[in-house]
């Protein structure tokens, strides 16, 4: 784990990474919290780093301070600590929708009186600002929202812009090569979030694209990449533009596997 990060004014990245599968790289497992009037965690961190996810988001805000938990899907990596959030955070109201309920009321039981159904497009006061649930160009689930801040000019895009680094802490993807920060976008996006991408229309999918491009962003956040700003974002949106109808490159296939549990094997004592 990494520290809390504040990207924006009252906005603070909360950063976990672990080891890429078999590879000297590493992920981001990054969540968000707005620090506002009316506090708002964003995606709840995964299983495995539960402990330090909770001691760096509630170094920031009171527990009983948090108003919103923002949901954008029901993937472990955001969903992870979701009931546990919920307990620890009784004044919080959930900001989620019909099929995420529907899709993970097998892993829990959702508060309903204590939830509210937000869609792709729909705005919500949080106190001093107006924040916008806003589908990201990528997706991996139907339940996916990403989130607009106007206020910060700031976009969660949730798996959008995915990538392995080759080293952390990374900010903002300072010195990483061009080549590798693209193609890592590029095996990401359409191997591990969006495989329908080799199925779809060009011009539907830019116009899709231009929809989150045109905001005016200055800082994107998401779940598996550093920060990015300035003309990262029109490279990053340029890369994921080319990805509509192209083939997935070759992913790990089971020699990979082998590889890796016989690297990995413990001696027999």
Known sequence: ??????????????QSIQPALGHPLFVYLNSLVIRGTEPVIVDTGTIANRQQWFEDVFSL???????????????VDHAGNLEQVLEACPNATLLCSWPIVERHTNCMNFPLERSRWVYDGESFDVGDRVLT???????????????????TSLYWAVDTFATPVPAVPMNELDGI?????????????????????????????NRHVDRV?????????????????????????????????????????????????????????
């Open 61 to 75: 805000v009171e527990p009983e301070d948090v108003r919103w938990i923002y949901l954008s899907h029901d993937d």
């Open 1 to 14: 784990m990494e520290p809390p990060l504040e990207i924006a004014p009252d906005t603070w990245l909360i």
């Open 177 to 205: 090569d061009d080549d590798f920060w693209h193609f890592g976008m590029t095996l990401f996006g359409l191997g591990g979030v969006s495989p329908w991408l080799t199925m779809v229309d060009e011009a539907k999918f």
């Open 133 to 151: 649930a806003l589908q990201p160009p990528l997706f991996d689930s139907p339940t996916t929202r990403g989130l607009w801040d106007p206020k």
């Open 213 to 269: 491009q045109n905001l005016g962003i200055t800082t994107v956040a998401c779940c598996h990449s550093p920060v990015l700003r300035g003309q990262r974002i029109d490279d990053a949106f340029q890369v994921i533009r080319g990805l509509a109808g192209i083939e997935c490159p070759p992913l790990p296939d089971q020699s990979i596997l082998d590889q890796i549990v016989a690297a990995t094997a413990q001696p027999v004592a």
